[in-house]
């Protein structure tokens, strides 16, 4: 669910890049029909093509919803309409839903591997959350990727989460700075129209 909703949100963007626009989102649609007929409730199945579709269908969403980020930060400099400040908040949600999936398909091998750990895979964690280690096992769910992922487009540091491995960490500073930049471009934005 929360990936349409991310793709809804950057499919429907204002701006010149709409063809482009269209033409990822049809594209991601398409290449997540084998992904819903694999697993169509949940995810409790994976193939060793679909964990590679899967984590390649999030990051070029979310490197898609950076590029609209970027083009709705020129439009807020040199326009700023009210129309551009709904824009803003639409890319920043998109962003927040593009990352906190892709963290989920990442960490640990992803959520099926998560969901069955007695399966051989890595286990490489790329985040360490603060109920890991207790004396109960926990195992992270999808909403702790999205408080992740929020906190680390309003806060310069996760306080949920601790990225630990090298891509972890750049995903995090990518999220970061660009929540920073578009936060930073609306609030001054939004100061001029009042002014």
Known sequence: MAFLVALALYATLPGDSAPIRHAVTLLAVLAGVPLVVLNPLRYSRQEPWSRDLSVGLHG??????????????????????PRLLVAALQVWVAMVLSFSLLYWQIDRDGPVARLHPELPHRRRPDFRFREQGGATPWSAWYVDY???SFRTAVAFMTADATP????????????????????????????????
């Open 60 to 81: 070029v969403v979310a490197a898609a919803t950076l590029a609209a980020l970027g083009e709705t930060v020129a439009g807020l400099v040199i326009q700023g309409t």
């Open 146 to 148: 999205l408080r992740t």
């Open 164 to 195: 630990v491995s090298r891509r972890a960490k750049w995903l995090t500073a990518v999220e970061s700075f660009a929540g920073y930049v578009l936060i930073g471009v609306v609030i001054a934005r939004a100061v001029a129209l009042v002014v």
